[in-house]
């Protein structure tokens, strides 16, 4: 009889949700992003056959070098082959990559208040779920050095780390879901969050960060660097990995990742203003990104356009924009290494790489967005 059993307490599991079906282009440098719970920076993936399962070989199966990593590569120093047993090492987004941190938690009755140093909102989702470093953490003036043992657990309860009570030196997670704060005149507050944490007015605790840095976690997603390169079609299944008994261990599958050949971009093209050789002239790319593909009008989705360069050595050399001279000398080669991440992608930056943009689209030339 169900009306006989009370909460004793409450269980969180870590791993990927499975049951993932991902489809990403041959050709192209990509990254596998995957949903569930309790990520870490010291989870991996590993990519194996069809035919084979995650826990064979004691959780540690042979994966497959139908891909290349660590793409793009210089003078074959990367993008190459991963080992029999490679890891492929994930990340999950937290203040240390995207340079926000918590500056300020209000406490109310049943949920507090985080602000934050960025807009927050371009990185986490309604509903995701985050941990905070309790070392960034003070109470009532107090550095984790100095707290009670009540005290602590005050600061584990909106920090969601907490410790085992007959191993304090062992920590498990109980993240806490967050929430967009709305405006009074609508939309949502681009540096606020809310997490379902709160105290009754009069026992309030205080909480602020050493430096004004709260450090955060988001742990209900993780992802690859984009540096995944396929060659060919092919399907293999995704396992997940985390760090345990000193070794990476295999426990689940996360789902499917299918490399398939990308259909070509209606009306796309190159063109050049010179065909001396040596010479230096402009180049006009054109394409037309949603024509022919309806499915794209369903993607209420930022468009990424970007241009590789497959061989410079000697064929080709990109040089930066700017204020030519007449013969269009003066002008600065891009340098072999250089990247701009996407929150970095400004209209400044778009600037360096492209003289002049135009579309006959009526909403314009989509704006740079970084």
Request: with cysteine; charged share 25%.
């Amino acid at each position: 009889d169900t009306r006989h059993y009370i909460s004793a307490a409450r269980m969180m599991f870590k791993g990927p949700r499975g049951g993932a079906s991902l489809e990403l282009p041959t050709s192209f440098i990509v990254r596998i992003d995957l949903a569930g719970w309790g990520f870490t920076d010291t989870d991996s993936i590993r990519l194996i056959s069809m035919t084979q399962t995650c826990s064979e070989n004691a959780n540690d199966p042979k994966g497959v070098d139908g891909y290349r990593l660590g793409c793009p590569g210089m003078n074959g120093t990367s993008c190459s082959r991963p080992a029999v047993k490679e890891d492929i090492r994930v990340h999950v987004i937290s203040s240390e990559n995207t340079h926000m941190f918590i500056q300020s938690i209000t406490v109310g009755d049943n949920a507090s208040v985080l602000r934050f140093s960025g807009d927050i909102i371009d990185e986490v989702l309604d509903g995701d779920a985050i941990t905070l470093n309790e070392s960034s953490v003070m109470l009532n003036g107090k550095t984790h050095t100095e707290w009670t043992t009540t005290e602590r657990y005050l600061v584990e309860t909106i920090s969601g780390i907490f410790s085992y009570a007959d191993t304090p030196e062992e920590k498990r997670m109980l993240w806490n879901r967050v929430s967009y704060v709305t405006k009074p005149s609508g939309g949502f507050e681009k540096r606020q969050l809310t997490i379902p944490v709160g105290w009754p007015e009069g026992a309030r605790p205080v909480f602020s960060f050493v430096d004004n840095k709260g450090r955060w976690f988001r742990r209900n997603r993780l992802q690859t660097k984009e540096e995944i390169k396929a060659d060919r079609q092919q399907t293999l299944k995704i396992c997940w990995g985390a760090r345990d008994l000193g070794r990476q261990q295999y426990y689940g599958e996360a789902g499917v990742l299918k490399f398939v050949n990308p259909t070509f971009m209606s009306d796309a093209g190159i063109y050049f203003t010179s065909s001396v050789q040596r010479g230096i002239g402009l180049a006009i790319i054109s394409f037309s990104p949603r024509r022919g593909r309806d499915h794209y009008r369903r993607y209420n989705t930022p468009i990424v356009i970007r241009i590789l360069f497959k061989d410079v050595d000697g064929m080709l050399e990109p040089l930066l924009a700017g204020e030519p001279n007449e013969d269009f000398t003066g002008l600065q080669p891009l340098p072999p290494s250089a990247s701009v991440a996407m929150e970095n992608a400004t209209q400044a930056e778009c600037g360096k790489l492209f003289m002049e943009m135009w579309t006959n689209d009526d909403a314009g030339f989509p704006f740079p967005r970084g």
